[in-house]
């Protein structure tokens, strides 16, 4: 069994910086990415950002690029995201995804953890 669990949201004004960390825990044999996905009330959930483990390959989405930073730390199966310059429009529940491999599922399975608000107060 994996679990990912979310730290880091809250209320901050426009401008501001939050820092989310998610930490992947369980039988872990190896983690191939992890990312951040947000839902905003009312949307679709979508990417926000992206790291291949192993490689430190990052991808974005464009309303982030500039702003946001994917990082990980492999020693302790975490991923964080710096967020800066936060934006009304980036409120929203972010979640964190992983797609780990474990002895039951050694090609990998698609894991989420349960989300942290983020508000963006103008």
């Known amino acids: 069994q994996v679990q990912l669990v979310e730290s880091g949201g809250g209320l901050v004004q426009a401008g501001g910086s939050l820092r989310l960390s998610c930490a992947a825990s369980?039988?872990?044999?190896?983690?191939?990415?992890m990312g951040w996905y947000r839902q905003a009330p009312g949307k679709q959930r979508e990417l926000v950002a992206a790291?291949?483990?192993?490689?430190?390959?990052?991808n974005y989405a464009d309303s982030v690029k500039g702003r946001f930073t994917i990082s990980r730390d492999g020693a302790k199966n975490t991923v964080y995201l710096q967020m800066n310059v936060l934006k009304p429009e980036d409120t929203a529940v972010y979640y964190c995804?992983?797609?780990?491999?474990?002895?039951?599922?050694?090609?990998?399975?698609?894991?989420w953890g349960k989300g942290t608000l983020v508000t963006v107060s103008s």
């Open positions: 369980g039988s872990i044999l190896s983690i191939n990415t």
């Open positions: 995804n992983g797609i780990i491999q474990t002895s039951r599922d050694p090609i990998g399975m698609n894991y």
């Open positions: 790291i291949i483990v192993r490689s430190g390959r990052t």
